[in-house]
């Protein structure tokens, strides 16, 4: 698996698998098992294995996966 781990991403636009799995009404593992089998694109924080989501990339995610984008607000 390859990783990507966070440069310079806005942190105002990035969301922990915690506010993901809120949004998508699952649980922190399942939003953590999509970033690493790379359903979902997510960023590692560096020196952690703590993920990251970017609101741009779960909105693309939830329109795939036909997820109601209300539940983003």
């Not at 694109?41 to 020196?47: D, I, S, T």
């Not at 970017?54 to 909105?59: F, G, V």
Request: charged share 25%; hydrophobic share 40%; proline share 4%.
């Amino acid at each position: 698996m390859t990783e990507k781990r966070l440069q310079y991403a806005n942190p105002e636009k990035l969301l922990t698998t915690g506010v993901v799995a809120r949004i998508c009404r699952v649980t922190s593992r399942t939003v953590a098992k999509w970033i690493d089998t790379g359903l979902l694109e997510g960023l590692f924080l560096p020196g952690s294995s703590h993920r990251r989501v970017q609101k741009s990339a779960l909105r693309e995610f939830m329109t795939e996966h036909e997820m109601p984008l209300e539940w983003m607000e």
